[in-house]
């Protein structure tokens, strides 16, 4: 009797102490809830987490067109729960081969020329999104790529009502979207904002994604679709070519893994900087006690390791397939610690000081989580880069073209639309991939996994950060998206936050300590996220209280 007592508290212990290798629910968070809604039935109709990432990324492309779309690109972070596989998917966009290093400068005058790399087709780069949805589809699903792209379909026919954040970002790229006409048609009335509960409904865009629902790659790369593409590119004076839409190509990533503090961070492989910049930052952050620390001095030194970490950024980071990047030395700890050496935690260092190392060897966006009850995951981040793209729709397609040109560094030193500045590294070249922030996450620890991302340009490496400082407490999904930010990309010199971020106290220490700040008038981000407690199966999700987010468990 006895033994048989022990041997059920052993096995009564074991089954406590046993991870639950599934999740209790499945979840997807993201920012609209038709786009949440089309992911989970999906899932509810057999298909798995990847096949649920396709369909919320082609109903994002519908209903947030100031976002994401088929003009644009991403990445999607995904982990293949049959065998632990984790792997970045890149479609970021590419230069067009005719592209050129200074083809955004004045030819007399060498000023660069900020209006052509954000408006108009001359500012696109030829776009991956719709190949990675094929590639997502075919390589990693259950259902058929038709199947996952149905419910954007009837939304792209059906409509959407236009809501305070569609009109707000109208508002701000109105001038170029009623310079083309079939933008100033889609999202506009009359060449005026669309009142609030105006439906917009995109038969074209209905038509191009019934093209890639049936052919695939072809549908949109090849045929009729390109075609109609490319000459309307030209016709307004972009340099797109068939053979650049015949040419592209998804890549697959290794993503970048880091070790902090016992927790497993995975985040984005370049061309995104994201996961590199994390990591400098992590790394630097590792060598202190941030818990023993008063709030001042821990906000400085997190300051401090973003300055670095950007500073890195700006420095060696672009694509590397084209230019060589440091990659094991950016990401060593012993790189870190080199860039501590001068970090004081009483003073602020001015950006002009920070030389950096030598490591050389020989507004808009969005982002989605989804996990699904095998415990396959996928966290991604697309975007057309600024709010609304380029603005510029080639007529019949309904596609809205992205403008992420303007992520290139188009002159050394010159800052783009998110203040970043960069050198050779980033430079134009034909074919290559411009320098990405878009860092879509997990945080794995013994007991759990997270899920996250944010859109915000130069600062969703800094919200990251932020985030997982957090989850490093212990915290709940629910606050790592709802944290006060701030954030520091080494130039401008500056430290940015939102306006309720910093107490006064805090403000004035830090203000003594050298740091220049700067409230930035209202919040920023919309982060979405998923948390699994492996120790109980519990699956809990949380948007940012910022955004128009959706988050569902079931
Ligand atoms: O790839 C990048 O880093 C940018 N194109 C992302 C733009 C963005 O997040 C805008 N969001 N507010």
Redesign the pocket.
């Known amino acids: 009797m006895r033994w048989l007592i022990i041997l059920l508290s052993l096995v009564f212990l074991m089954a406590c102490s046993t991870p639950q290798l599934r999740p209790q629910a499945q979840a997807v968070a993201n920012t609209h809830p038709a786009a949440s809604q089309a992911g989970l039935d999906i899932l509810n109709q057999g298909g798995n987490a990847f096949d649920a990432a396709v369909a919320v990324s082609a109903a994002l492309a519908v209903v947030e067109p100031f ?1 994401s779309g088929l003009g644009g690109g991403g990445f999607w972070l995904l982990h293949r729960a049959s065998d632990g596989r984790q792997v970045m998917i890149d479609g ?1 966009e590419v230069a067009p081969g005719a592209a050129q290093r200074d083809m955004y400068l004045d030819p007399v005058t060498g000023q660069a020329n900020k209006v052509a790399s954000v408006n108009g087709a001359l500012a696109a780069g030829i776009p991956g999104l719709p190949a990675a949805l094929v590639h997502l589809s075919e390589q990693y699903g259950e259902l058929s790529l038709a199947d996952s792209l149905r419910p954007a379909i009837r939304l792209a026919k059906n409509g959407f009502l236009v809501n305070e954040h569609y009109r707000r970002l109208a508002r701000f790229r109105l001038p170029v979207l009623a310079s083309s006409e079939p933008a100033r048609s889609i999202f506009l009335r009359e060449g005026l904002v669309p009142e609030l509960g105006t439906r917009i409904s995109q038969q074209d865009l209905a038509t191009s994604l019934e093209s890639l629902a049936r052919d695939g790659f072809s549908g949109f790369y090849r045929g009729e679709l390109a075609d109609k593409l490319v000459s309307g590119v030209q016709q307004a004076g972009g340099i797109w070519d068939k053979q650049d839409l015949a040419n592209y190509r998804v890549k697959e990533r290794e993503p970048v893994v880091i070790d902090y503090n016992g927790m497993r961070v995975i985040s984005a492989a370049l061309p ?1 900087s994201g996961g590199l910049v994390l990591s400098i930052a992590l790394n630097i952050l590792e060598q202190y006690d941030l818990a023993a620390m008063d709030e001042a001095t821990r906000v400085h030194l997190v300051v401090e390791a973003m300055r670095r970490a950007y500073q890195a950024r700006a420095q060696y980071m672009g694509d590397a397939d084209f230019v060589s990047v440091p990659t094991e030395k950016l990401s060593h700890k012993s790189y870190a610690r080199a860039l501590a050496e001068n970090l004081n935690l009483k003073a602020a260092m001015p950006s002009q000081q920070l030389t950096g190392l030598n490591a050389s060897e020989g ?3 969005t982002h989605f989580s989804v996990l699904d009850k095998a415990g396959n995951r996928v966290a991604a ?1 697309l ?1 057309i ?3 609304f793209g380029s603005g510029f729709v080639p007529p019949g397609t309904g596609v809205l073209l992205n403008d ?1 040109m ?2 290139f560094s188009i002159k050394p030193g010159t800052p783009n639309v ?1 203040g970043l500045v960069g050198g050779l590294a980033n430079a134009i070249q034909p074919n290559k991939r ?5 860092s879509p996450t997990f945080i794995e620890t013994d007991g759990s996994v997270g899920l996250l991302g944010t ?4 600062r ?1 490496i800094s919200m990251l950060l932020l985030a997982i400082l957090e989850a490093e407490k212990g915290a709940q999904a629910s606050s790592w998206v709802a944290l006060p930010r701030y954030h520091h990309q080494y130039l401008p010199d500056v430290v940015q936050h939102e306006p309720e971020a910093l107490s006064d106290e805090l403000k004035a220490e830090l203000t003594a300590k050298g740091h220049k700040l700067e409230s930035v008038g209202r919040t ?1 981000g ?1 982060m979405h996220a998923i948390l699994w407690d492996k120790k109980n199966g519990r699956v809990t999700a949380a948007s940012d209280p910022r955004g128009r987010g959706m988050a569902l468990v079931e």
């Not at 411009?434 to 878009?438: K, Y």
């Not at 859109?455 to 130069?458: K, L």
């Open positions: 976002g970021r995104s507004h808009d966006t981040t975007s880069n600024y709010p992420e303007d992520d998110y411009m320098l990405s922030s878009m859109p915000g340009g130069s969703i920023y919309n």
